[in-house]
């Protein structure tokens, strides 16, 4: 007996240059995602940048960003509700991935695949600095269920 794929659940959003406008906080979530490639289930919320996961099991994701100008950017791929650390997702449990591009590089990625429970939620980071220039850059956030 062969087992039955469970529903196609992913989404793929771009958050195109000169769009990040919340720079007050600390800790910025990248959010109003304006060109939604793919939203397989609808658990991507554009708005808020964050995916809920419906489902348990592994999941794949990835972000990248490309600019043109020689910047520093760091953002970081969290997890929530991570209640274990102080401040405040930036802790091993919820950091998923990291993505670090210094002045040299055009471009920077990550990819990895992180066990979720259903309820969890992925979404992107930046700190206040980063945020403040994130409109100079092209972000591409992507998120799939495997199993």
């Known amino acids: 007996e062969t087992e039955r794929p469970g529903p196609t659940i992913g989404f793929s959003a771009h958050l195109p240059i000169g769009v990040v406008e919340d720079t007050t906080n600390i800790i910025t979530v990248l959010s109003n995602f304006s060109h939604i490639i793919s939203n ?10 964050e995916f809920t996961v419906p489902l348990d099991g ?11 100008l020689a910047l520093d950017y760091y953002a970081t791929i969290i997890k929530q509700p991570c209640l274990s650390c102080n401040p405040p997702n930036r802790c091993n449990q919820c950091t998923v991935a990291e993505i670090y591009k210094s002045m040299a590089e055009r471009s920077a990625c990550a990819f990895v695949v ?5 309820g969890e939620k992925l979404s992107v980071i930046c700190n206040k600095e980063a945020a403040e220039c994130s409109n100079l850059f092209n972000f591409m956030f992507v998120g799939f269920r495997i199993v």
């Open 40 to 49: 397989n289930g609808n658990h991507f919320n554009p708005a808020t940048g």
């Open 58 to 68: 592994l999941y794949a994701t990835s972000l990248s960003l490309q600019t043109f």
């Open 114 to 118: 992180v066990n979720m429970k259903a």
